[in-house]
């Protein structure tokens, strides 16, 4: 299901450190940009309640948000996040304007379903290793996905799923695989537990024990 993310923000004329600390004592909104497109970068605050809370939520990095600034609407992606070194809290964001009639470049994440009926764990005493969290795709605004799905249910031991066998949206491209069959990386494999990923497209630990490992994506979605 589509995620409808609404956000208001406010034009931020008043730039710098100084205005940025001000912001946050004031702890009301978040300082950002908005670049992109034929416009001018917009320096813009959003507030801060519910930009927080669309953040707790997956869908928000692979989704066209919608900004309302002083009244006039914004489509934009999240480009980047930064925060504050030991505090749990967003210091700065960047948003990308989007075009109905352009394609966009995105990370989107992967959902593995099948991972508890898959038969080389459960019959094969396999190990499910996850490889990749996230893709990069290029598609049309409206034909963003908020994330791709592959089913994991019919893999057996030493098996490897790869980009290509992402199930895509019409109109949505791996971006990896528009280099070369070379950059058709693995997103998941089945080894036996004393082999590790040695079969696969990148390294795993060892396992003693049936279990499903993942990756580590480096972050929460933030590279978008």
């Known amino acids: 299901m589509k995620h409808d993310y609404q956000l208001t923000a406010v034009a931020r004329t008043a730039l710098g450190k ?24 917009q320096p813009i605050a959003i507030d801060k309640p519910a930009f927080y809370k669309a953040l707790e939520e997956e869908a928000f990095f692979s ?13 934009v992606v999240i480009r980047d996040l930064q925060r504050h070194p030991y505090k749990e ?33 459960r019959e094969q005493d396999g190990v499910l290793h996850v490889l990749a969290n996230d893709v990069e795709v290029s598609c049309l605004p409206a034909d963003l996905p908020e994330y791709l799905e592959v089913n994991v249910a019919n893999m057996e031991l030493g098996d490897t799923l790869h980009l290509s066998d992402i199930p895509m949206p019409k109109g949505v491209t791996v971006v990896a695989l528009t280099h ?6 693995g997103i998941v494999t089945i080894t036996h537990p ?31």
Do not use: W
Not at 63 to 75: C, P, R, Y
Not at 180 to 185: C, K, V
């Open 18 to 41: 100084g205005a940025s600390r001000r912001l946050r004592r004031a702890n009301e909104r978040v300082a950002a940009i908005i670049y992109g497109g034929s416009a001018e970068p």
């Open 63 to 75: 989704s066209i948000v919608n900004i309302d600034i002083d009244g006039k609407k914004e489509q």
């Open 89 to 121: 809290l967003i210091t700065h964001a960047d948003f990308m304007r989007v075009d109905a009639t352009h394609e966009l470049t995105i990370t989107v994440p992967l959902h593995f379903a099948g991972d508890e009926e898959c038969k080389g764990v």
């Open 180 to 185: 070369g069959e070379d950059h058709d990386t």
């Open 194 to 224: 004393d082999r590790g990923t040695d079969d696969a497209e990148g390294e795993g630990e060892p396992s003693s024990d049936v279990q499903r490992t993942e990756a580590d994506n480096g972050g929460e979605g933030e590279q978008v």
